[in-house]
């Protein structure tokens, strides 16, 4: 919007330095992540250094934990996760996000995309 140009390798350095001089309360963060009865995660696709990675986000009414990882798959939903999983998972139709147990939701515009496919 501003005609800035940022590089992903910048992005990633500012949230690596965040997590850094915020160490504490970053991991409170993600202990209410752990914590927290509804938790709404997603995750998009970045390039670094030439290759695909992926920027992951775990938001809850109070916090939101974010991870920068190499792979997209339920690992890394269960590194954040923990142990337990949360009550409810709110998220996009992808079965990295299936939790052994509690409730899973899917956005209304995954379940309007598998309606419109029936």
């Known amino acids: ?23 504490p309360e970053y991991d409170a963060n993600r202990e209410d992540v752990q914590s927290s009865y509804l938790v709404h995660p997603d995750e998009t696709s970045m390039r670094v250094g030439g290759e695909n990675w992926w920027a992951w986000t775990f938001a809850t009414k109070l916090s939101a934990y974010y991870v ?15 142990r337990d999983s949360p009550d409810t998972v709110v998220s ?8 052994p147990e509690g409730r899973r939701g899917v956005c ?10 029936v």
């Open 1 to 23: 919007m501003a005609g800035l140009s940022v590089s992903t390798g910048e992005v990633q350095g500012l949230i690596e330095h965040t997590v850094k001089t915020f160490g």
């Open 68 to 82: 920068l990882d190499e792979r997209r798959g339920a690992d890394v939903v269960g590194r954040v996760f923990g």
């Open 92 to 99: 996009v139709d992808w079965r990295a996000y299936n939790v």
């Open 108 to 117: 209304w515009i995954h379940i309007n995309r598998h309606l419109q496919a």
